[in-house]
Structures are given as C-alpha cells and as structure tokens.
C-alpha cells in the first residue's frame, strides 16, 4: 500500500472543479481511479482555504476574508468528501482494521487541516476533530496563529493556546509551512506526535517553505515523519522535476533524521500546480520510485519510504 501524506482533494474540487469522482481534468494527475491504480491506498485528504491575499498567486477568487469564511469553506469540504464516499481513518483500531483488511482498488483518508484559520477559537477545535481532523498544520502562510510561508513570526498566542487545545484532542502536529520562528515555538512547547506533511530540504532548494536539517534531525527524535513535495519549486531551483529530483531529498532527509524510517510521500500532487511542475506525467509512475530507491536503500527500507513509515507513525499517533 502506497501511503500520500498531502492531497488537497477537497480544494482541488470546489475551487477549481477538479472532481475526485471524474478521470483527471487535462494536464492533472489525481483523482480516485488514478490513485487506486496507482496502488495508493492511504491519503491524508486537506482541508486547504486560501486567504484573500493569496487569491491571485493561487488564481483563484474562492477566498476568505476573515475566520468565519475560512469555516464555512473547510465545512463544505468536509461535506465534499463525505459525498464522494471517501472513509475516514480516526483512530488506531480503524487504522488496524483497514490495514489488515486492504487489497487493491481500496482508498481511505486520514483528514488533515493546511492552515488553522478555519477553527475559529482554539474553544471550537472539538467540533473540528468530532468531523474527523486528526492533523492540523497551523499555518500556510501566515495566519492567525503562526507565522508561515514568506510571513516570518512565531506562534502567536492564539497558537500556543490552540496547541495546549490540539494536544488535549489528541491531534498531530504538521509543521509544514510553518516559519522557522514558530517551528522554534513549537519545538519548545510540544509533546505530542509531530510530523511534517509536505516539506522538502532547504539544503537542496533555499527558502523558507523547506526544511533545515536541524528541523528534520528534531522531528526525527521525537518519532516524526517528513513527507517529500513532489511540487517542481520544492524539488529543484529551476528547470523540469523528475524521479530522481524526488530521490535526492528521500535520500538527505534520510541522512538528516539518521534514518529512512522518518522519511516518506507527501506530494500535493495537483494542489495549485498541475502535472507540468511535477516529476511524473501518469500517477501510475509512482511505481516506478521505489526501484530508483533501491539504489540508496534496502527492501524495507524503500517500502517504509513509501507507505509503512506513515502506518507505523499513525499506530503510534492516533487516538
């Protein structure tokens, strides 16, 4: 089972009328044919709102003004993806179940909030999880409660109380997007399961939307798990991503955590690009990853890179 830690289904969906239940639009690679195909069989599904400001970088007018709007918006797509019939996995005996029970041609989803502003109050976070949300990643850029991508700035006190909130709820910690300030914040403040969905290696592509290896090297200690971006601007400079663009940031996260089991997917895969700024054409090539990984790592290795580590890390994290 090939396990995808970043799918922005929902936004992809309702913004842009990418349904889930169709074929891929032209030029995109995701959907639930494609992805079953494809062997994966685990998503973290988002529920992504774009703030105003990013309306014309993320071309799009399905924006939110304020935190009520971001809630309306995250709502719809909860229900969005209730009506495609897509199951959610909220805890270890769920997890265990649909593992156990798995074979090709089966999808679930682990539901996973980019970007907080949605939940109102930290006071509101209960009837967030009591709809499924199990990862929340406090920023995108930034928001009411961190600072975030091209928005430097720590957690806020907002965000420190809707930490204290989360880890009472049993929810786990995404740090992608988060600016190095509030990775520091919550690095001092956390004791829960921590993870970074969707975040590749500043040493490899500069910018503050990537990780330091000291940041990888510490979610590593505590358990964590970093998924690799298969976004072409996380990937490389400059020029056309490929497959082994992928491998080297698999390979220095891996050397950064001391270890591959803290490594594993989380390509975003459509979310605001489409297959033109990715390293495959077909989500069916995905399968062609794992032989490529052979040449850094052994069997187990390459099949924790690509779906055990984040089932392993689920079992320990979940409620």
Same mark, same amino acid.
């Given at each position: 089972?090939?396990?995808?830690?970043?799918?922005?289904?929902?936004?992809?969906?309702?913004?842009?009328?990418?349904?889930?239940?169709?074929?891929?639009?032209?030029?995109?690679?995701?959907?639930?044919?494609?992805?079953?195909?494809?062997?994966?069989?685990?998503?973290?599904?988002?529920?992504?709102?774009?703030?105003?400001?990013?309306?014309?970088?993320?071309?799009?007018?399905?924006?939110?003004?304020?935190?009520?709007?971001?809630?309306?918006?995250?709502?719809?797509?909860?229900?969005?993806?209730?009506?495609?019939?897509?199951?959610?996995?909220?805890?270890?005996?769920?997890?265990?179940?649909?593992?156990?029970?798995?074979?090709?041609?089966?999808?679930?989803?682990?539901?996973?909030?980019?970007?907080?502003?949605?939940?109102?109050?930290?006071?509101?976070?209960?009837?967030?999880?009591?709809?499924?949300?199990?990862?929340?990643?406090?920023?995108?850029?930034?928001?009411?409660?961190?600072?975030?991508?091209?928005?430097?700035?720590?957690?806020?006190?907002?965000?420190?109380?809707?930490?204290?909130?989360?880890?009472?709820?049993?929810?786990?910690?995404?740090?992608?997007?988060?600016?190095?300030?509030?990775?520091?914040?919550?690095?001092?403040?956390?004791?829960?399961?921590?993870?970074?969905?969707?975040?590749?290696?500043?040493?490899?592509?500069?910018?503050?939307?990537?990780?330091?290896?000291?940041?990888?090297?510490?979610?590593?200690?505590?358990?964590?798990?970093?998924?690799?971006?298969?976004?072409?601007?996380?990937?490389?400079?400059?020029?056309?991503?490929?497959?082994?663009?992928?491998?080297?940031?698999?390979?220095?996260?891996?050397?950064?955590?001391?270890? #591959?089991?803290?490594? %594993? /997917?989380?390509? +975003?895969?459509?979310?605001? &690009?489409?297959? $033109?700024?990715? *390293?495959?054409?077909?989500?069916?090539?995905?399968?062609?990853?794992?032989?490529?990984?052979?040449?850094?790592?052994?069997? #187990?290795?390459?099949? %924790? /890179?690509?779906? +055990?580590?984040?089932?392993? &890390?689920?079992? $320990?994290?979940? *409620?």
């Amino acid at each position: 089972m090939i396990v995808d830690a970043h799918l922005d289904i929902g936004w992809n969906a309702i913004s842009a009328g990418r349904g889930f239940l169709q074929p891929p639009a032209p030029g995109y690679l995701v959907s639930r044919s494609s992805l079953v195909a494809a062997e994966v069989g685990l998503v973290f599904a988002t529920l992504y709102t774009a703030p105003a400001r990013a309306g014309r970088a993320m071309r799009t007018r399905f924006v939110y003004e304020n935190a009520h709007e971001a809630n309306l918006m995250a709502t719809a797509q909860v229900n969005y993806y209730h009506s495609c019939g897509l199951d959610f996995v909220g805890d270890r005996a769920g997890l265990a179940a649909y593992v156990q029970g798995w074979k090709k041609g089966k999808l679930a989803a682990i539901l996973l909030m980019e970007g907080a502003d949605p939940i109102e109050t930290p006071a509101q976070l209960g009837a967030w999880t009591e709809r499924g949300v199990r990862i929340i990643g406090p920023a995108w850029g930034k928001t009411r409660y961190s600072g975030g991508t091209g928005a430097p700035g720590g957690l806020t006190e907002l965000g420190h109380q809707l930490l204290k909130a989360m880890r009472r709820k049993y929810v786990i910690l995404d740090l992608s997007h988060m600016a190095d300030e509030a990775v520091a914040d919550a690095f001092a403040l956390w004791r829960g399961p921590i993870m970074a969905s969707h975040s590749n290696s500043r040493a490899l592509v500069p910018g503050d939307r990537q990780l330091t290896d000291e940041a990888v090297a510490e979610i590593a200690r505590r358990g964590g798990i970093v998924g690799v971006s298969f976004y072409g601007k996380h990937l490389r400079p400059s020029g056309r991503p490929t497959l082994l663009d992928v491998v080297k940031h698999i390979v220095h996260h891996a050397r950064a955590a001391g270890g #591959p089991e803290h490594v %594993g /997917i989380g390509s +975003d895969l459509d979310g605001g &690009f489409d297959a $033109r700024q990715a *390293p495959i054409d077909d989500l069916a090539r995905l399968k062609e990853l794992p032989a490529r990984l052979r040449l850094h790592f052994n069997r #187990p290795q390459v099949e %924790g /890179i690509m779906g +055990d580590n984040w089932l392993a &890390f689920l079992e $320990r994290s979940l *409620p």
